[in-house]
């Protein structure tokens, strides 16, 4: 029995750094898919912040078991947004999961290979920063399934390329197509006076995929609406259609589908 | 009275066996107070504040020798917001010595790999780079040793509690709930291993538009202040979004020594003054 033999493409979601917007993009991403017509999943292996239950605001709910493993969380009644997250599996969901290498490690095969995805267009799944044992565990679990790749998601400073220019060497080394490279966080602009004050800087993300080799997929601003929705699990794509937090996002899942399926 | 006996002579044994499991603290030689800058979550500035909470309590108290522990295997920033770069050399013990910059000795794993390389260990061998990056270090005699942890509440986290006596934590958060849930996680696991914990920080508390000045919250407003007494633990003080900061870290020039009479400075020095009494305080 296979899970993941009608999951149609997989993509990593990485980074390297901590606090770039992983969760975010992933969820705006998959959100986007979603208003494009796609049966999308999202997998949360970051045990020790899972963030993504929170951003759809899918309160608390209990985990099913049927014959072929866990039921996925949908965020809605049509089904066309799949989730699985350790935040389903804690009694609270904001207890600490304190745990060490190994049992990560036989969780994460588990979420690979017991979700009972069924039929999906794209499976996302969002990762912890670092490269460790989360990480080699999922592409362990993936090997024998299919992974188009990874996206990297980066804010332009020096701290974050720095890290995410280690995270590019570790997908080159261990194989992993690198799907391209998001810059967020990239520039604020004042909602008094439109000045833009580039906060994290700008620019890196993209100077760090030339000097890759990457792809650059685009630069997402820092918006306070984007952070406001996400805070409130509110599906962002519908509530703000005409901001260019909303361009850059669709742009970005337009060519991820692109390439997903060009390949 | 006799099975009573039998069964508090059993739980007596059992205890002492599972202590023995557990590794020993040990001090690190030199080293007067440990404090551990954490958060739980990625990105919300750990080794920024790590960074100037050092300068900042030279600067409130010039007598203190202070060092910084880069504790973030995965993704090193010390060396790139203290603009240290290198192979450290070894003494005739076979200690790393660390290097240093605006007087603060730092050491990471930064300065043993190189720029590009990625760094994919799991816990195991992660505990091991740590252990040597506490104990095989020629630190010296310091007053304080500022340890930058990584995000997360795992391996770091539980090898450093368990194996070196902590001060306190200083627990740095944005005010967003994202941010706030895992600064919560963060506590909890503190208070699990028995780490007091000083406070929590309040980073990129609000933004100020360097044109018209208007003030925006863009990662929310006053969680962390909230959050801090819903936990019952201090609050150690608000640190602005500052343009300034990124732009100096990015420069490997940490504000408090590039813009000394800066708000920004200040709040860093503040925060600084708050530790150093937290730290009275939980010693008492």
Redesign the interface.
Same mark, same amino acid.
Request: proline share 8%; net charge neutral.
């Given at each position: 029995n296979d899970n993941l033999a009608q999951v149609q493409h997989v993509v990593l979601v990485l980074s390297?750094?901590?606090?770039?917007g992983k969760?975010t993009i992933t969820t705006e991403l998959a959100l986007a898919l979603r208003h494009a017509g796609k049966k999308v999943g999202i997998l949360d292996i970051d045990l020790?912040?899972p963030?993504i239950p929170?951003?759809l605001s899918v309160g608390r709910p209990d985990v099913h078991q049927c014959d072929l493993g866990w039921v996925p969380v949908y965020t809605d009644a049509e089904k066309s947004l799949a989730l699985m997250s350790i935040g389903f599996l804690l009694d609270d969901p904001?207890?600490?999961?304190?745990?060490?290498?190994?049992k990560?490690?036989a969780l994460i095969g588990q979420f690979v290979s017991d979700v009972a995805w069924g039929e999906l267009d794209v499976l996302l799944v969002d990762t912890? #920063?670092?490269? /460790?044992?989360e990480?080699?565990a999922v592409l362990e679990n993936l090997k024998k399934h299919k992974v188009d790749g990874a996206i990297l998601v980066t804010?332009p400073?020096?701290?974050?390329t720095?890290?995410v220019?280690?995270?590019?060497?570790?997908c080159k080394?261990t194989g992993l197509r690198i799907l391209g490279i998001v810059e967020n966080m990239s520039g604020?602009a004042?909602?008094?006076?439109s000045?833009c004050?580039?906060?994290?800087?700008k620019g890196g993300g993209e100077d760090l995929a030339k000097l890759t080799g990457s792809v650059f997929l685009g630069s997402v601003p820092?918006d #306070?609406l984007l /952070?406001?929705s996400?805070?409130e699990g509110k599906d962002f794509i519908q509530s703000f259609p005409h901001s260019p937090t909303f361009s850059a996002i669709t742009s970005i899942s337009h060519t991820l589908l692109n390439s997903l399926q060009a390949a | 009275h006799y099975k009573q006996r039998k069964f508090k002579a059993l739980q007596e044994r059992q205890r002492q066996q599972m202590a023995r499991g557990l590794p020993k603290q040990k001090p690190i030689t030199g080293v007067k107070q440990v404090i551990v800058v954490a958060s739980g979550k990625g990105g919300v500035g750990k080794s920024t504040t790590a960074v100037n909470l050092a300068l900042g309590l030279t600067a409130v108290n010039p007598s203190k020798s202070v060092g910084v522990l880069d504790a973030d295997v995965h993704g090193p920033s010390i060396p790139k917001l203290m603009n240290l770069k290198g192979n450290p050399e070894l003494t005739d013990n076979n200690l790393m010595i660390p290097l240093t910059n605006y007087g603060i000795p730092c050491m990471s794993m930064g300065f043993l790999v190189d720029d590009a390389a990625p760094i994919v260990w799991r816990g195991l061998m992660v505990m091991s780079a740590i252990e040597k990056l506490l104990r095989q270090v020629n630190w010296g005699s310091l007053d304080y040793l500022v340890v930058d942890m990584p995000p997360g509440t795992g391996d770091v986290q539980l090898s450093i509690s368990q194996n070196i006596p902590v001060a306190g934590a200083v627990i740095v958060s944005t005010p967003q709930d994202i941010a706030l849930l895992d600064a919560r996680r963060g506590a909890e696991m503190f208070k699990k291993v028995n780490v007091p914990v000083l406070g929590l920080v309040q980073n990129m508390s609000v933004f100020q538009c360097p044109n018209c000045h208007h003030q925006t919250h863009i990662f929310g407003s006053d969680g962390a202040r909230r959050l801090a007494e819903t936990l019952g633990v201090h609050f150690l003080g608000d640190i602005p979004l500052h343009l300034n900061i990124r732009e100096m870290s990015d420069r490997g020039q940490p504000v408090v020594v590039s813009s000394p009479d800066s708000p920004e400075a200040e709040a860093y020095k503040k925060v600084a003054a708050a530790v150093v009494r937290r730290l009275e305080e939980v010693s008492t």
């Open positions: 390297g750094k901590g606090g770039v969760s020790c912040g963030s929170r951003m904001d207890d600490a999961v304190v745990w060490r290498g190994p990560k490690t912890p #920063p670092g490269t /460790s044992d990480h080699l804010t400073q020096a701290v974050s720095g890290d220019r280690r995270e590019i060497t570790f080394k604020f004042c909602p008094h006076c000045e004050t580039n906060i994290f800087s820092l #306070p /952070s406001a996400i805070e | -």
